[in-house]
């Protein structure tokens, strides 16, 4: 039996000296020192033997397991030592490359800042897809069948539905409004909740608009909503935005979907109010139209306009970003160009 130890130990040896590899020396501890290798054969034929024959064959089987052990660590560092561990040469010496950290884009960035601002409110954050109908961005949303917004000027229709009505003629979104309807006609009232995402208007790119840029609205249905209550709303959320009070007007404006309607402007933050190409150089930017949910609209969501009403508020995210962190050209945070949102991480 010593002898058999002995070749097993000599073959074992020999076998790990010629190991040109980290997978083949791997392979090779698995032959001589795993569950099905000769060395471990002879320990589990110890309970055969004699008392005294047992006690010497188990110390040599276990000397023979350490030496290999032992030896197979060696040649590991060896084989590390002379960069035959991958097919190219290895310079241990060298630093590491540095791995590059990502981070939120500033526009997400905001749309997260204004959920948590919204949650705190109890809100519900809400989504839909990106192609609607024009029966949800246009019929239910009392625009007259003639409005301009309807025309391809401004908004882009789906291929092959262009003639069609309704529910069949389909279009990438241009406003978030119609989500509203889509949420009372699912959920009900009373409500409150907001649905950030990207719209598309078919116009001119400038300093201020992009053709895809982002909307947040949101809106409250219930059954005693003051005009106050959607004001203190909005002067909260730009607070707990911008961290600071923001000076806020509110101008007569006029959107199908509301009644009455206002333009609602915040002081820019690019200039400081004294007038930029940002402003159009009078000190204010509007962020957000709002007003009171107009009958029309909660009819179209199956609610009694007697009973029920509510407050919008369409926030131009985009907008909002730019006045955080002072850029006065939107069409830079839809650029992807590196060097200048890697400055937003």
């Known amino acids: 039996m010593i002898e058999k130890l002995e070749q097993i130990q000599k073959e074992g040896l020999k076998k790990i000296a010629e190991a040109k590899n980290i997978e083949e020396l791997q392979e090779i501890r698995r032959e001589i020192t795993g569950k099905n290798s000769a060395l471990t054969e002879v320990l ?20 023979i397991k350490n030496d290999f ?24 010496t060298l630093p590491g490359t540095k791995k590059e950290m990502g981070a939120l884009h500033p526009i997400t960035q905001m749309c997260y800042d204004l959920n948590d601002a919204f ?3 109890g809100f519900e ?79 001119t790119t400038d300093a201020r608009h992009e053709r895809a840029f982002f909307q947040y609205e949101a809106l409250i249905v219930d ?27 509110m101008r007569e404006g006029f959107f199908p979907f509301t ?17 930029c190409r940002v402003c159009n150089h009078n000190g204010w930017i509007e962020v957000m139209p709002g007003g009171v949910i107009h009958p029309n609209v909660l009819k179209s969501a199956n609610l009694d306009p007697e009973v029920w009403t509510g407050f919008y508020i ?21 650029s992807t160009d590196l060097r200048f949102l890697k400055q937003f991480k």
Not at 74 to 84: G, P
Not at 169 to 185: A, E, F, I, N
């Open 223 to 249: 059954k005693d909503i003051s005009f106050s209550s959607g004001m203190v709303m909005i002067q909260t959320i730009l607070e707990k935005v911008f961290g600071k009070k923001i000076n806020v007007r």
């Open 125 to 203: 954050v809400y989504s839909e897809d990106d192609i609607s109908s024009e029966k949800f961005a246009f019929d239910n949303l009392n625009f007259a069948p003639d409005h301009p917004a309807r025309q391809s000027m401004d908004t882009f229709w789906i291929h092959g539905t262009e003639e069609k009505k309704g529910n069949e003629r389909l279009c990438l979104r241009p406003h978030l409004t119609g989500g509203s309807v889509r949420y009372l006609l699912q959920h009900g009232a009373p409500a409150r909740f907001v649905y950030p995402g990207r719209v598309y208007r078919n116009e």
């Open 259 to 275: 009644e009455p309607g206002y333009e609602i402007d915040m002081e820019c933050l690019v200039c400081g109010g004294k007038g």
């Open 119 to 121: 949650l705190s409110l």
């Open 44 to 63: 589990k034929s110890l309970g055969s033997l004699a008392v005294d024959l047992k006690k010497s064959i188990g110390i040599k089987a276990t000397e």
């Open 314 to 334: 369409n926030i131009g995210l985009d907008r909002l970003v730019m006045m955080r962190y002072g850029v006065d050209d939107v069409r830079l945070f839809h």
């Open 69 to 92: 052990i032992d030896t197979i660590q060696k040649k590991e560092e060896e084989l590390v030592a002379s960069q035959t561990v991958l097919d190219i040469p290895l310079d241990l």
